[in-house]
């Protein structure tokens, strides 16, 4: 006669998944075929409309661009180096506040709550405004001054909304769990700490990560903002060659290069992120 306790549920302790065996089947491009020549299209006929404009006398639109492309690619850089920066800091503080956001004591609970939906709801540029003109220039630290450098608030600044964000994602994921898992945990004598840690997190982490590397592309491109409270990077390069070159016809070839820089470098993350949606699909 079976016992009482094997009515129980029985909830396995967490196990790293076994990797999945080789399909034999080739690793699909990120960037595509189709994607690379209509991107070579535009940029062609763009030259070519600058060049047409400019007219034989002038030095070559190609040669411009080849002039400042490593410039520009430089602030590009520095954007990457902003948006891996702030990411880092967003996630760390978001993945705290979503974890109070579920917390059983409602205090907590509900300011983390109020915090998430302020800063998820408030526009990224005037956060990063507040950000650069309420933090001071510098500190004084036993009476050593510590400078506190325009590109370092400008991190804090777009960590703030990336922060609310991770933590709706961290909510999210969790409240995605089954509460099945919950009461098999509480059935095993697993305090709510370790129920957390050791059962609940692991599974919502591979649902967490699709909306993550999302936000991440986003967040990218949205460093662009920093140009506007006079940081110098990739946007204000490009604004200070067109200057410098003086010739309005570069402008649309000027940017496109912008543009094709953050694309080969987002796009692919989307892709990627569509990748992990289907392998990680969980029907609970």
Do not use: H
């Not at 920066?85 to 956001?101: H, K």
């Not at 990560?209 to 990739?234: E, F, H, K």
């Amino acid at each position: 006669m079976k016992s009482a306790a094997t009515d129980l549920p029985v909830l396995l302790p967490f196990r790293a998944p076994t990797p999945l065996p080789s399909s034999g089947l080739a690793v699909p491009a990120l960037i595509s075929g189709a994607t690379l020549a209509v991107l070579a299209v535009l940029f062609g006929a763009s030259l070519a409309f600058a060049q047409a404009a400019a007219g034989p006398a002038v030095e070559s639109v190609v040669a411009v661009l080849l002039r400042w492309a490593p410039l520009i690619f430089q602030g590009f850089l520095f954007n990457i180096l902003i948006s891996f920066l702030s990411m880092a800091l967003g996630t760390v503080v978001g993945v705290l506040v979503g974890i109070a956001q579920v917390s059983l004591l409602w205090p907590m609970r509900k300011g983390a709550w109020a915090l998430t939906q302020f800063f998820r709801n408030a526009p990224w540029l005037v956060l990063l405004f507040y950000a650069m003109f309420l933090l001071p220039f510098e500190f004084r630290v036993m009476g050593v001054t510590i400078a506190f450098p325009a590109w370092v608030k400008a991190i804090i600044g777009l960590s703030l909304p990336v922060a609310a964000n991770v933590s709706e994602i961290v909510r999210g994921g969790i409240r995605s769990i089954p509460a099945g898992q919950w009461e098999s945990a509480e059935s095993l004598a697993f305090t709510r700490r370790q129920t957390m840690w050791m059962i609940i997190l692991p599974q919502a982490f591979k649902r967490m990560i699709p909306p993550w590397m999302n936000l991440y592309a986003i967040l990218t491109m949205a460093t662009t903002l920093i140009s506007v409270v006079g940081i110098q990077d990739s946007l204000t390069i490009t604004r200070a060659a067109l200057v410098a070159e003086s010739r309005p016809e570069l402008m649309i070839p000027m940017y496109l290069l912008l543009l094709v820089m953050f694309f080969a470098y987002c796009y692919p993350i989307a892709r990627a992120t569509l990748a992990l949606e289907r392998r990680f699909n969980v029907k609970a």
